[in-house]
């Protein structure tokens, strides 16, 4: 048995992905511990544990973190940058005393690497979100554009780049000075701090745009969590009639998501279908009431999502990374309205592939019944979604994520792909 560190920012979706790649080493023999506090890993799972006592700087900058969808992208940075500085002072000590032999960073983190780095730890990267490393021809993974060759394009992926790396600034110069503090060559963003043993990502070469540059390190896993189906609870749902199903959600990161999931109830109801919607906790009781009112067929905080969408005919969503892996795994199509984040980046990369639609969020609900009814009645999206479906799901998922890593960790050598991507 090993013991490793799961460095990762206090994101709700990064963590619950993380967990499911933290299951499946511990199904192995692990034990793995979260730099967290406690109240935010899932308690009782075999194994997998909070940090038992963390410093008070990393509380600090970590509850500074807990509500990104109310700040602004410059502001974010900053609170990026207060969290890699607190884990760079305080997780050199902290890694010791726990006694790891490993250490598993989520890529958004970039402490993790240098912290590891400075004591010789073995590490690997992990992509919760799209992949950050970066190539020349591509678009950031923050940018919502189309890929295309020419040169316009070109020059809008440069330029935009430009724009992202000045607000970005105050997490860069977190970086370079910590990396410098602890006696490691300089760097300056993310993307250079990653593993040279192993770079795993929840995501699909069958749904990125094209990469010619990736490190042979790089693995795609497809999606993290690929359970079984059992279909009970979605069998009662499909009794009460024959017309089409479909899913809407916002996600965990939506801050105020009613108005917008009452439109997509509505856009349901004008194209005949029966939706089920979830909204996460977000709303009262009087907007539940109200989504009924204007189409929802179901209204539930949680469900078992991936089962829920493999009995679906279509997935009205925010383009959420998991939420769409777990559509495309399932072959059934997308209408996205991203919101924020990298969910427009996601978008376009769907898009790319022709395996949904994309519509603002602002369009009217008769804008997006139209939408609905497209995906329902063209076959071309179910073909194309069939063959990406199964990459997704050859990808391997957490138990390949956590054999990649174990491999990596214990011979301290790289973990090669075999072929392509």
Request: aromatic share 6%.
């Amino acid at each position: 048995m090993s013991h490793y560190a799961i460095v990762v920012p206090p994101l709700f979706s990064h963590i619950r992905t993380l967990e499911v790649l933290a299951a499946a080493l511990s199904q192995r023999g692990h034990r793995l511990t979260f730099i967290l506090p406690e109240d935010a890993v899932t308690p009782g799972l075999h194994n997998i544990h909070a940090c038992p006592s963390l410093p008070a700087a990393i509380l600090t900058a970590q509850r500074h973190m807990q509500n990104p969808s109310r700040r602004a992208i410059w502001r974010i940075a900053r609170t990026m940058a207060a969290l890699t500085e607190a884990l760079c002072r305080e997780l050199p000590a902290l890694l010791q005393t726990l006694k790891v032999d490993g250490v598993i960073v989520d890529q958004m983190e970039p402490a993790g690497s240098l912290v590891s780095e400075s004591l010789g730890l073995p590490f690997v990267s992990v992509a919760c979100a799209l992949p950050i490393n970066r190539e020349p021809h591509l678009p950031l993974s923050v940018m919502p554009f189309a890929y295309a060759e020419d040169e316009r394009a070109q020059r809008l992926y440069r330029g935009s780049e430009r724009v992202y790396d000045l607000i970005m600034r105050p997490l860069y110069r977190a970086i370079r000075a910590q990396s410098l503090r602890l006696g490691l060559t300089p760097r300056d963003r993310p993307d250079q701090c990653l593993s040279s043993l192993a770079q795993i990502a929840q995501w699909s070469r069958s749904l990125d745009f094209p990469r010619h540059a990736l490190p042979k390190c790089f693995h795609y896993i497809g999606a993290m969590k690929q359970p079984e189906p059992s279909g009970a609870a979605v069998r009662t749902v499909r009794e009460q009639g024959d017309a089409p199903l479909g899913y809407a959600s916002l996600g965990t990161l939506q801050e105020h998501p009613y108005r917008l999931l009452r439109k997509m109830a509505a856009a349901c109801r004008r194209a005949g279908v029966q939706v089920m919607v979830t909204h996460c906790d977000r709303l009262s009781e009087d907007e539940v009431a109200s989504l009924y009112h204007h189409g929802a067929t179901w209204v539930e905080s949680f469900i078992d999502q991936p089962e829920f969408i493999r009995r679906a005919d279509v997935v009205v969503s925010h383009a959420g990374l998991n939420t769409v892996l777990e559509t495309v795994a399932a072959a059934r199509p997308l209408l996205l309205l991203p919101v924020a984040f990298d969910q427009p980046a996601i978008a376009a990369r769907i898009v790319h592939h022709g395996l949904g639609l994309r519509v603002s969020r602002f369009a009217s609900s008769r804008t997006l019944a139209r939408h609905i009814t497209a995906l329902l009645n063209d076959d071309r999206f179910r073909r194309r979604l069939e063959a990406a479906s199964q990459q997704v799901v050859q990808g391997g998922g957490a138990t390949r994520g956590a054999a990649i890593i174990e491999q990596a960790l214990a011979s301290k050598r790289p973990v090669l792909r075999d072929t392509g991507y």
